[in-house]
């Protein structure tokens, strides 16, 4: 069923909305989104909507290639296998913001497993404001349970994600220092 799903993606028959991201369109079907995610139900067939009226939707606050990959997983429940892996992080930070924005939960949860099992120095602020900001208590604890470990919090501090969580999440700043000093 999901390789159907994603031959009917890729040949566009009977698409019947345009998505307008990064100056790339995308073609796509209204139900499969709307079974599969209650955002774009509501965006695409509730009273109120200008989406329903027409068949081009723009989404000005996405990377056009995160939108390729979150349509994927739309209709074949799995990611790309030819995602760079320098570049997988990044990926799921974006994937994690898209799914959440769009109700995708089990994407949602893919993604929160990709980024929980790969934190590393460079990564972990930027995570962890991602993980309090989308309600991933999973991933913040990944995140909490990585920069408990020594010399770790130290180097994550040099870091411009560091930077980050202390201007945008001083709660979360403040979480923190109570968990690595009692």
């Known amino acids: 069923m999901q390789r159907h799903l994603g031959d009917l993606l890729d040949s566009k028959v009977g ?25 774009f139900m509501a965006e695409l067939f509730g009273s109120s909507m200008k989406e329903k009226l027409s068949n081009r ?7 056009a ?4 990959i979150l349509l994927r ?6 990611l790309p296998e030819d995602i760079d892996a320098d570049e997988k992080t990044v990926v799921a ?10 109700n995708l939960q089990r994407l949602k949860l893919v993604c929160e497993d990709m980024l929980g099992t790969s934190v ?22 990944a995140c909490f349970g990585f920069l408990r470990s020594p010399g770790k919090l130290k180097a994550v501090m040099a870091t411009e994600g560091f930077q980050h969580l202390k201007n945008s999440c001083p ?12």
Do not use: N
């Not at 290639?65 to 390729?68: D, H």
């Not at 997983?73 to 799995?78: A, H, K, L, N, V």
């Not at 460079?122 to 913040?140: F, G, I, M, S, Y």
């Open 15 to 39: 698409g019947d909305v345009t998505f307008e991201v990064g100056g790339e369109l995308f073609m796509a079907h209204r139900y499969v989104l709307a079974v599969r995610s209650s955002v």
């Open 57 to 63: 939707v723009r989404i000005d606050d996405m990377e």
């Open 65 to 68: 290639r995160v939108f390729k």
């Open 73 to 78: 997983f739309i209709y074949m429940d799995s």
């Open 93 to 102: 930070q974006h994937l994690l913001v898209a799914a959440d924005r769009y």
């Open 120 to 141: 590393d120095v460079r990564t972990a602020a930027t995570t962890l404001v991602l993980a309090e900001q989308h309600a991933c208590q999973w991933l913040k604890d």
């Open 171 to 182: 709660a979360l700043l403040e979480e923190l220092l109570a968990m690595v000093a009692p």
